[in-house]
């Protein structure tokens, strides 16, 4: 559990204002001391990561943040870093102490319900409260939700938090990857190229989540690359049921495959596991919209050193280029870096995400759409540009 991937953790945000002891809440919940803990308000200045496993919801991230009453100039800076948080959060812990002043955490709850992220409440530091009973009363009658009480400091009433944490998250995990195009004792074709941009020595991350993903629906699988691919079919006893293929090379794939053989991408996947399907191949369509002078995002979620060939950087706007123009223009954000405003321009094409929790990615669309902006994915939209998309099998 320790070595699952981040974006397969439920990322788990607590939120609140300065010094009523959230550090000390991830702390206690942990059982280490992964947070600094102060009685100076402002410590936590960065959201700090905690991956760990609570069953039996599995792999999760906890994750603390800066107190949404900080102020000042570096104040704001923090809050905005709070704020970015809300877009990856499944879940909030909205934490209280004994100095109740419900205005900022009415603000913060109204926003949690607007985002439709489940939020459970934590009045802390109960050792200090002479009346608990009344406390809770006044939380439930101004915010509509009732607190679990605790003590961080003495680990009074964690047990029950983690009970209550269990409860809210529920059952809600990703859907399998290749969900609708592969079954049991079905021969799956895995085409695999290694270029500059795959880790020495090992897979892709959508290459491994995939192959796991049918190894545990019991497939059968081969794996080659793209020059190996007619005798990869020609070993077979029969047509495979699916190929799954790295999106760059859709048409050669396509080329060679079978009739009546299903065919996907990595990204393909990724986009039906991670988005909003639906909305993301209207926006490969979108494409057919751009001029010479549209101005285009390309977002990924990696934020590792390009190299020669680069899929995002490099072949995708060589590709539009190439049908529109050398005019247009291309912004390219990685990690986290994601603009706020999006109104300049004409189409986003985002990666698969495969470093992004579902709820990332989903809250990228939404500022998209809310913002008239179409967005689509690398395996879509190339799919798109080589004339396939409608050829293409999506989960």
């Avoid at 003495?154 to 995990?173: C, S, T, W, Y």
């Avoid at 049908?323 to 223009?329: D, K, M, N, W």
């Amino acid at each position: 559990m320790n070595t699952a991937p981040q974006s397969l953790r439920r990322h788990i945000a607590i939120f609140g204002r300065r010094n009523v002891g959230k550090s000390s809440l991830l702390n206690a919940i942990t059982g280490q001391q992964v947070a600094i803990v102060s009685p100076e308000a402002g410590t936590t200045t960065d959201p700090v990561n905690r991956a760990m496993e609570i069953l039996p919801l599995g792999p999760c991230m906890l994750i603390d943040t800066a107190g949404f009453d900080d102020e000042g100039s570096v104040g704001e800076l923090r809050n905005k870093r709070t704020h970015k948080v809300l877009d990856q959060a499944d879940m909030a812990i909205l934490v209280m102490d004994q100095t109740i002043d419900l205005d900022y955490e009415k603000k913060w709850l109204d926003e949690l319900r607007r985002l439709e992220i489940p939020t459970m409440a934590v009045l802390n530091k109960v050792d200090a409260i002479d009346d608990v009973e009344s406390a809770v009363e006044q939380i439930k009658s101004t915010l509509s939700i009732e607190p679990v009480t605790v003590s961080a400091k003495n680990h009074e009433g964690i047990d029950k938090l983690r009970e209550a944490l269990i409860r809210a998250v529920g059952d809600d995990e990703e859907t399998s990857l290749t969900a609708g195009l592969a079954k049991p004792g079905d021969t799956v074709l895995l085409v695999m190229p290694q270029d500059p941009q795959a880790p020495k020595g090992r897979l892709i991350l959508p290459q491994v989540q995939t192959i796991r993903d049918l190894l545990d629906k019991g497939c059968i699988i081969t794996c080659c690359g793209v020059d190996t691919i007619k005798k990869s079919l020609e070993s077979l006893r029969g047509a495979p049921s699916l190929i799954i293929t790295d999106s760059q090379v859709f048409a050669q794939v396509y080329e060679q495959k079978p009739e009546g053989c299903l065919l996907t991408s990595f990204s393909v996947l990724m986009a039906g596991q991670k988005g909003n399907m639906k909305v993301l191949i209207e926006g490969a369509k979108a494409i057919d919209r751009l001029t010479q002078h549209s101005q285009v995002l390309i977002a990924e979620a990696c934020t590792h050193a390009p190299m020669s060939e680069d899929i995002g950087r490099e072949k995708i706007p060589r590709m539009i280029r190439k049908r529109f123009g050398e005019t247009i223009t291309f912004d390219i954000h990685a990690g986290k870096d994601y603009p706020t405003d999006l109104k300049k321009y004409d189409l986003i094409v985002h990666c698969g995400a495969c470093m992004f929790n579902r709820r990332l990615m989903l809250s990228r669309i939404v500022r998209a759409q809310e913002q008239g902006v179409p967005i689509t994915n690398y395996g879509l939209a190339i799919a798109h540009l080589q004339g396939i998309l409608d050829k293409v099998s999506m989960p």
